[in-house]
C-alpha cells in the first residue's frame, strides 16, 4: 500500500506540474495576455478534479504491474504504460461531450502513468 500511495502521488504531482505547463508552453505569451492565474486556487482545482481521474488510472497501472511480471523490464513496462494512457484517453473522450476536454489531458495522463511506473519501479 504504501508503494503504491508513493507512486500515485508522483503520478498526481507530474499530472499538476504538465496541465499547468502545457498552456505556457504552447504559447509564451499566454500570463501577458490573460494575466497569471491564481496559481493555488487553479493547484487544489487539479487536485480535486484530477486525483479522481489519475486514482484511476494508477488502480490500472497497479494491477497492471502486478499481474504482467514483465512489465518490471524497462522495455515492456514503458510501452505497457504508454499504451494503458492511451487506451485511458480514449475512454474518456468517449463518455466527455467535449473533444477539447480531452485532448488537453493527453500530455498529463500519458507523463502521469509514466511518472507512476517508474516510480513504482524503483521503490
Do not use: H
Not at 500500500?1 to 504552447?26: D, G, H, N, Q
Amino acid at each position: 500500500m504504501r508503494k503504491f500511495l508513493i507512486s500515485y502521488a508522483a503520478s498526481l504531482l507530474t499530472f499538476i506540474i504538465i496541465w499547468f505547463l502545457i498552456p505556457y508552453i504552447s504559447d509564451p505569451s499566454y500570463s501577458n495576455e490573460n494575466g497569471l492565474p491564481n496559481i493555488v486556487g487553479f493547484i487544489v482545482i487539479l487536485i480535486i478534479f484530477g486525483s479522481v481521474l489519475d486514482l484511476v488510472a494508477c488502480l490500472i497501472g497497479e494491477v497492471l504491474y502486478r499481474n504482467i511480471k514483465q512489465c518490471r523490464k524497462f522495455r515492456v513496462g514503458i510501452p505497457v504504460f504508454i499504451g494503458l494512457s492511451l487506451i485511458y484517453i480514449f475512454i474518456l473522450s468517449l463518455f466527455t461531450i467535449t473533444s477539447a476536454y480531452a485532448s488537453s489531458l493527453v500530455a498529463p495522463i500519458i507523463m502521469g502513468s509514466l511518472a507512476f511506473y517508474v516510480v513504482r519501479r524503483k521503490i
